[in-house]
């Protein structure tokens, strides 16, 4: 199946998991298989962020595309740019945060455990 971008939706969640501002998220896919919860990009603008939330029964894995955020993964905070990765398995973790000038792109994928 081919997903073409402009028939790709976008949602606005606001103080998502509790953060700051409007994080922007685009369906890759309108249909996922069973075990797929989300394939998105989210974008956040300077200063927004995603609340520190913990997975229960699933595990989300980032790829960041650009940017630099600051990340907490469990209790450790780290920098991240352009080309790292985060995966936070069940029972742990994360929150993300804009640090920079620039929008904070990457790729969300959740699947359930």
């Known amino acids: 199946m081919i997903s073409r971008k402009d028939s ?11 953060g700051d501002g409007t994080v922007h998220l685009t369906r890759v896919f309108p249909e996922l298989p069973a075990n797929a ?3 998105s990009v989210i974008e956040l ?9 913990v997975h229960e029964n699933e595990t989300e894995l980032f790829y960041f595309l ?8 469990d209790e450790a905070e780290e920098t991240l740019t352009a080309g790292d990765a985060l995966s936070t398995p069940n029972g742990h973790g994360h929150g993300v945060k804009n640090i920079g000038k620039d929008p904070v792109r990457m790729v969300a994928v959740i699947v359930k455990d």
């Open 8 to 18: 790709m939706p976008v949602e606005a969640r606001e103080h998502m998991r509790g």
């Open 37 to 39: 919860r989300i394939f």
């Open 45 to 53: 603008q300077p200063g927004e962020s995603i609340g520190y939330h």
């Open 66 to 73: 650009q940017g630099t955020a600051l990340v907490r993964d």
